[in-house]
């Protein structure tokens, strides 16, 4: 690809566009997994608060809840790590090829969103 053809290519609006869409979806993916897992922890408190003579036996995924809900909470963290650094560098891209158009509002909002997932995580290990 020739320097004019990448040009041409990131002075494209739709790529600007389909950057942020990326962004969102992933984004979206990360908060689901941050609520399923908030969802099997909680599951799990619930679980050792009901009476230990208490017949109905719940799935090993949720008498363990809380080391899933960890896990699932430190995916969903380095999904939206990974998701910020490939949006920044989409723009960076963006921003060479063109004078500086474009927002950097998807890049606050996003560091917003890890930052509570991050607390999420810390709140659902501890």
Known sequence: ????DRRL???DPRVLLANERSLLS???MALYLMGFAFLL???????????PGHQIQLLP?????????????????F????ALVRYY?????WHRAEDGRGSKAPTFFGSIVL????????????
């Open 1 to 4: 690809m020739t320097q004019d």
């Open 9 to 11: 290519y990131y002075t």
């Open 26 to 28: 992933w984004m979206r």
């Open 41 to 51: 922890s909680k599951a799990a408190v619930i679980d050792k608060v009901l009476d």
């Open 61 to 77: 995924m949720v008498r363990s809840g809380h080391v899933v809900g960890g896990v699932l909470s430190l995916m969903a963290t």
């Open 79 to 82: 999904l939206e790590v990974v």
């Open 89 to 93: 560098r989409n723009m960076t891209r």
């Open 115 to 126: 930052v509570w997932i991050v607390l999420l995580a810390i709140y659902l290990l501890s």
